[in-house]
Structure formats: structure tokens, C-alpha cells
Nanobody, 124 residues
Framework: QVQLVESGGGLVQAGGSLRVSCAAS????????VGWFRQTPGKEREFVAR???????YYSDSVKGRFAISRDVAKNTVYLQMNNLKPEDTAAYYC??????????????????WGQGTRVTVSS
């Protein structure tokens, strides 16, 4: 069973960049479909991006062209590079993993393993 730990969140000005990381232990992350989600108080977790076991990537429309998901096999880590950040990107960011490649990959309840989250705040 994989354990996930996010890091790299912080405070950034609008238009800036930030990279958050999702480090895995207990299993090899390339065996999993890994997603990034974000959540603000009172709202459901929102899909941001996903990388498949074959390294195919998928993005929500709200971040397409600004965010990039990638992985470092040697470090067993998945990254989310966030560029041109906007105040509406402010949220807690979570990585999640599942092994089956479920079709509805943007649904949070299709992921079996979750990290504890890292907070990103974008000031205007």
C-alpha cells in the first residue's frame, strides 16, 4: 500500500509560479494513476490533473496551459508545476492514487490513497 506526502505549498503573488510535490513510499508510484485535487473550505475536492501509469496527462479546463503534472521515477515523486497563478487557485492541494485506471478519473472518490495536503495561497 502506498503512502503519499505532499510538500511545497506556500504563499505566492498572482502571476507567480510554485511547484508542489507528492512523495510516495511503500510502493512504486509508476504502478499508480496519480491525481492532484484541490479544495477550498465548504467546497468539494476539485480535480486538477492526472498522470497515468504510461505518463499520459490530463488537466481540468481551469488549469490547462498553466499547470503541468510530471513524475520523477528515481525519486518516486509526482510534481505539479503551477505557473501564472491566480487568486482563485488558492486552495489545499492533495495528491491521490489508484491502481485500476478508473474511467471517471476526475472524481475524487475513485482514488484510494490520499496525502494530507499542502496549502497554496495566491495573493492578488
Amino acid at each position: 500500500q502506498v503512502q503519499l506526502v505532499e510538500s511545497g505549498g506556500g504563499l505566492v503573488q498572482a502571476g507567480g509560479s510554485l511547484r508542489v510535490s507528492c512523495a510516495a513510499s511503500g510502493d512504486t508510484l509508476t504502478s499508480y494513476f496519480v491525481g492532484w485535487f484541490r479544495q477550498t473550505p465548504g467546497k468539494e475536492r476539485e480535480f486538477v490533473a492526472r498522470i497515468s501509469t504510461g505518463a499520459s496527462t490530463y488537466y481540468s479546463d481551469s488549469v490547462k496551459g498553466r499547470f503541468a503534472i510530471s513524475r520523477d521515477v528515481a525519486k518516486n515523486t509526482v510534481y505539479l508545476q503551477m505557473n501564472n497563478l491566480k487568486p482563485e487557485d488558492t486552495a489545499a492541494y492533495y495528491c491521490a492514487a489508484e491502481k485500476f485506471g478508473r474511467y471517471a478519473y476526475s472524481r475524487a472518490n475513485n482514488y484510494d490513497y490520499w496525502g494530507q495536503g499542502t496549502r497554496v495561497t495566491v495573493s492578488s
